[in-house]
């Protein structure tokens, strides 16, 4: 097993478990969508993936549904992706994605956690080098054999498949998402989930006390409502 499943184990049930808030970036995830693609998910392949992952947290299609009309409206405003960067306590570098109407409320948010959890907001490209970005899928291969599949998608970029009792987890760098997702729907291969994530190339083990000090600020900023997604260096396999 490679570095995507020993992160993906680190993380699970960690950052991705409160529902409202899961249901609160997909809401964002499907506007973005629309205003980008359009409404109708059988040409806009990027809004096709997020009603998956709705689905893959039981988000009810009555949300989903609502969420489409309403960002179909010309009178809502937009919502931009903006990356943070910078460093807990510790010398731990920690990547923050958002997705935000009000760029400066969240400019402000953001430096404000970090200085007050004696953090330090940094520049862009100031540790985004320390994490590879990647796309993810979970699917159900039925039938298929999994070496059989990797063989397939070998080609296409993939660095990794394993299984876990979710499914079948596909990593590949991010600039393979859409041909791999072309693969999967071509070939009937049902997609439960799919996105982006970003994995640090280097961990570092801290103390317990240490730990409980980046805690604070990570906690802070993942309960933002403009914070989509948190990375960090911090090792925790031994938190």
């Not at 808030?21 to 809004?47: Q, W, Y």
């Not at 990794?160 to 600039?175: N, R, T």
């Amino acid at each position: 097993m490679g570095r995507a499943f020993e992160f993906r184990k680190a993380r699970k049930m960690k950052r991705w478990s409160a529902m409202s808030k899961a249901f609160t970036r997909i809401g964002k995830d499907i506007v973005m969508a629309v205003k980008e693609g359009g409404p109708d998910p059988d040409s806009n392949a990027r809004l096709r993936a997020v009603i998956q992952n709705a689905k893959s947290v039981n988000m009810p299609k009555d949300n989903v549904e609502r969420a489409i009309k309403r960002a179909s409206d010309k009178s809502l405003g937009d919502f931009k992706e903006v990356v943070f960067e910078g460093y807990a306590p510790h010398g731990i570098a920690i990547l923050i994605e958002t997705a935000t109407d009000n760029n400066t409320r969240t400019v402000a948010n953001v430096r404000s956690y970090f200085n007050k959890c004696d953090g330090s907001l940094g520049t862009s490209g100031s540790v985004v080098f320390m994490f590879d970005h990647v796309c993810n899928f979970r699917i159900n291969r039925g039938d298929m054999d999994l070496e059989e599949l990797e063989l397939e998608l070998i080609d296409f970029g993939v660095e990794e498949i394993f299984e876990d009792e979710d499914g079948c987890l596909i990593y590949a760098p991010f600039e393979s998402f859409g041909a791999i997702q072309s693969y999967l729907e071509n070939h009937t291969l049902e997609i439960l989930s799919s996105g982006f994530e970003r994995i640090p190339q280097v961990t570092k083990a801290l103390t317990p006390e240490q730990v409980a000090d980046v805690e604070k600020l990570l906690e802070k900023i993942e309960d933002d409502d403009d914070v989509q997604n948190v990375y960090h260096t911090m090792d925790e396999t031994t938190d």
